[in-house]
């Protein structure tokens, strides 16, 4: 039997619409303080020595995943050392390959940023162009075509993406203020149109260090946050906070309009300054219960009974490793350090990730 011309018009118009939405299988929401992944808490009804781990996103900072550097004066700096070229298709390629094992560890989630992060772990300049925007806040598709891949995968593990949007050193690529606002409801616009529900949004990284645009920096950065908070699909919007260089609290502004609170833990020698940062970040006018995450730490001592990671887990908040490249170490070391090995290819990355699995009981 024939089917009318208009019943054929239908039909390929719900497969077009089928096709235009694939079916999302991770979706992340906070309930009090704990987050959830469908519709489940995190590590549902664990707890370690003593300490809750439910309801907790134990991540890592992984920002490089769509590296490039449109800049042909630096470019070369991050050839690989058996190619002796960049090729960011590679490196996504070779983090979309460790991602499982990631996974199979009890990481539940990455920090990336469509400004990345220094390539260099830190830095004062940065010449390089590594940026998912245009000087005008439209947004460049080989950025997008790379976190699209990575954000599909992170859906199909059960993962979550901590997406940055701004970072300083690259913010004043962007022209003005307006630029800012384009790029930030671009971005926006892009993640809800996707329909990827396995998104926190980070609007900028330590939003207290060296940005040029006065929107993102502390006194009217939760108008960013606000910002995306508003923008909405079938009633549907992204959860959203701001992070500050390490060994601070958030302000007010921040605490009452985010959805989670972000710490960093560089430059806390000490586990337990850490501890006592969850305790003042709860203590700030404002603040009602929401999980407080960690992610970027660049401490260690994974194989201590005491450490940053232990700590942050002990007072309740998430924890994130941020592994960097020091002088003079090789290829294997340092996930935010381009060209990036993306496995568990150091003792430093291997410790992580083992006391990682002991905390959240996975079995790798």
């Known amino acids: 039997m024939r089917l009318p011309l208009p019943c054929l018009a239908l039909f390929a118009a719900l497969l077009t619409c089928l096709a235009a939405e694939p079916v999302r299988k991770t979706t992340v929401a906070i309930v009090g303080e704990e987050f959830h992944l469908n519709g489940r808490p995190t590590y549902a009804g664990r707890t370690w020595n003593g300490k809750k781990i439910q309801g907790l996103l134990m991540n890592s900072r992984m920002v490089q995943g769509t590296f490039d550097d449109l800049n042909p004066d630096t470019v070369a700096r991050w050839a690989y050392p058996d190619t002796k070229r960049w090729d960011a298709e590679r490196n996504t390629r070779e983090f979309l390959a460790a991602m499982p094992e990631w996974r199979r560890h009890g990481l539940l989630a990455m920090t990336l940023n469509l400004q990345g992060g220094s390539p260099q772990g830190y830095s004062r300049e940065q010449p390089w162009e590594n940026n998912a925007f245009t000087p005008e806040g439209a947004l460049r598709p080989a950025y997008l075509a790379r976190l699209e891949r990575i954000l599909n995968r992170a859906d199909e593990l059960g993962m979550v993406v901590i997406l940055g949007y701004f970072y300083f050193g690259q913010d004043e690529r962007l022209k003005d203020e307006a630029a800012v606002l384009r790029a930030t409801d671009n971005a926006t616009k892009w993640l809800l149109d996707v329909g990827w529900r396995n998104v926190l949004v980070e609007v900028n990284n330590e939003c207290n260090v060296r940005y040029d645009h006065a929107i993102l920096k502390p006194d009217r950065v939760h108008e960013l946050i606000a910002r995306v908070k508003n923008a909405k699909r079938d009633g549907r919007r992204l959860l959203v906070s701001t992070s500050y260089g390490g060994n601070q609290i958030p302000k007010e502004n921040v605490v009452r309009a985010s959805d989670f609170l972000l710490l960093h833990g560089n430059g806390v020698s000490r586990p337990e300054r850490i501890a006592e940062l ?28 005491v450490n940053n990671f232990v700590a942050a887990a002990g007072a309740g908040a998430s924890w994130g490793y941020f592994d960097f490249r020091m002088k003079d170490e090789g290829f294997d070391e340092g996930y935010q350090s381009v060209p990036v090995n993306w496995g568990l290819s150091s003792a430093r990355k291997r410790g992580f990730f083992k006391l990682l699995a002991e905390i959240t009981g996975a079995k790798p």
């Not at 003042?280 to 201590?304: M, S, W």
């Open 278 to 305: 969850v305790r003042l970040t709860r203590a700030v006018p404002g603040y009602t219960p929401k999980p407080i995450l960690f992610n970027e730490d660049d401490h260690f001592g994974f194989d201590q009974p």
